[in-house]
């Protein structure tokens, strides 16, 4: 019965999450009471909890971990100075005037802005308040224009400069090396949340063609869902030259992606200092747009502040958790388990990819990050599996969970945003074909994991 109680400690922090308590006091206070509880019938032993002071030094002293809030930064910054409705008018423009324009035009502008911000609530909120009142005044259909919107929000997880991968790669980093260190490899290779942002590239990008393609496929068979607009309508009674207007509203944006990733594809700077150069060309652009004013800096400062004090104690909590789960013989159990699986290293990915997919209902990324991924990584990793498909597989697979009905986060942001008459159940069928997508990309990256390996092996050979 004791071998068990890592199982116990888990459906302890399920329990308490589904009463509605923090994250990151459901991971601490669980482990705790678990090992004051194992310490006094001596089935836990509190040299464990030692480690616990060097883990939080770790996590404070981490420079990678530094990205977080300048991106953070970065993407609220972005949404004060208005910039994905400039986008999304320059790309209506372009768009507009074919059948499904503006569908594709929200999936483009929804890319850049994935790959300006990383942060999925932001997106998915931001395109539901600008474009899907004009989807639905221009006669789309409700259930297309949800499904785009809240798939083109979830780009966010797997675009660079995502937080989700900046998250995964320095836990894939860790267990990475502990991995090979359990085999017996003493001069470990490493992986960098570099590696994850270039290996997300093409997967990020053929979701973005797959979507294009599912919204053209719709209006070219169903025209009434997806109608063409006129470029007078497009153009709002501007007198403005079409060109400029585009110019306007693209050139920014693309400046400032090719700022950030640009400077991390290059070598010229590490994910942190591209963070850093987001940041400042983010308030550059809300400056240059007349917005940046001293409250709009304090809120977007305050913001900021919130979000990375609730990632670093979820992850002081999953530090908490994971050496008490250690403790309790977790990593053994977990190791005998899947050696025990049928068909060897691809049924335990298998049930890893599964059980992450349901925890995505009801967790957020963050706590998967901290707190799963650190547990069944390593035992995969030592199992063969590369680590940079490895974190892609991960990624795009919680990507999909915040899109499945009825749990799925990016659903619940949208219907606080979307108007009274959009019906949820319309968000739920839009949702359907998208997740499908999403699926057939695992599968295509399951099939061929070059997808997702061969581009770091190329800019990072030398």
Not at 130 to 147: E, F, H, K, N, V
Not at 271 to 288: F, N, R, S
């Amino acid at each position: 019965m004791a071998e068990f109680i890592p199982l116990w400690l888990f459906a302890g922090v399920c329990v308490c999450l589904l009463f509605g308590y923090p994250v990151a006091f459901s991971l601490g206070g669980t482990a705790l009471i678990f090992a004051a509880v194992g310490s006094f019938f001596g089935t836990f032993d509190s040299v464990f909890l030692e480690a616990l002071p060097n883990r939080l030094f770790g996590i404070v002293g981490n420079e990678t971990l530094m990205a977080v809030p300048l991106f953070v930064l970065m993407g609220v910054l972005l949404e004060k100075s208005k910039l994905a409705e400039k986008l999304l008018d320059s790309m209506a423009m372009l768009f507009g005037t074919l059948r499904g324009g503006l569908g594709i035009s929200v999936i483009l502008v929804g890319m850049l802005l994935a790959a300006s911000t990383g942060i999925v609530g932001a997106t998915v909120v931001t395109m539901g308040m600008i474009s899907l009142p004009t989807m639905l005044r221009r006669g789309y259909d409700p259930a297309l224009a949800a499904g785009t919107i809240c798939a083109t929000g979830t780009l966010g997880q797997i675009i660079p400069p995502s937080i989700a991968l900046v998250l995964l790669g320095d836990v894939m980093s860790n267990a990475f090396q502990k991995a090979q260190l359990e085999m017996g490899i003493f001069s470990p290779k490493t992986i960098s949340v570099g590696d994850l942002f270039v290996g997300a590239l093409i997967p990020g990008l053929i979701l973005v063609a797959l979507y294009i393609l599912y919204v053209v496929v719709v209006a070219w068979l169903q025209p009434h869902k997806a109608p063409a607009v006129s470029r007078e309508e497009l153009r709002n009674g501007s007198t403005e030259p079409l060109a400029i207007q585009i110019i306007k509203g693209l050139l920014p944006p693309l400046v400032l992606i090719f700022a950030v990733l640009g400077s991390i594809l290059s070598g010229i700077a590490t994910p942190t200092e591209a963070a850093g150069v987001g940041a400042l060309g983010a308030a550059l652009l809300a400056w240059g747009s007349g917005k940046l004013s001293f409250p709009t800096l304090k809120e977007a400062v305050h913001s900021t502040t919130k979000v990375t004090c609730m990632v670093f104690m979820i992850l002081i909590g999953a530090s908490l958790f994971s050496l008490v789960f250690r403790g309790f013989g977790g990593e053994e159990l977990i190791q005998d388990f899947f050696s025990q699986l049928p068909g060897g290293v691809v049924g335990a990915m298998i049930v890893v990819m599964l059980l992450m997919f349901f925890l995505g209902f009801i967790l957020d990324f963050i706590e998967i990050t901290f707190v799963v991924v650190p547990i069944v990584a390593p035992v995969l990793l030592a199992m063969g599996l590369d680590p940079v498909w490895l974190g892609i597989m991960m990624a795009i697979n919680l990507q999909t969970s915040f899109l499945t009905p009825p749990f799925g986060f990016a659903l619940f942001y949208l219907r606080g945003v979307a108007p009274p008459e959009l019906k949820t159940q319309s968000i739920y069928k839009g949702v359907l074909p998208f997740i499908l997508i999403q699926l057939f990309v695992l599968l295509m990256l399951s099939i061929w994991p070059e997808l997702a390996t061969w581009l770091p092996e190329q800019v990072y050979a030398n």
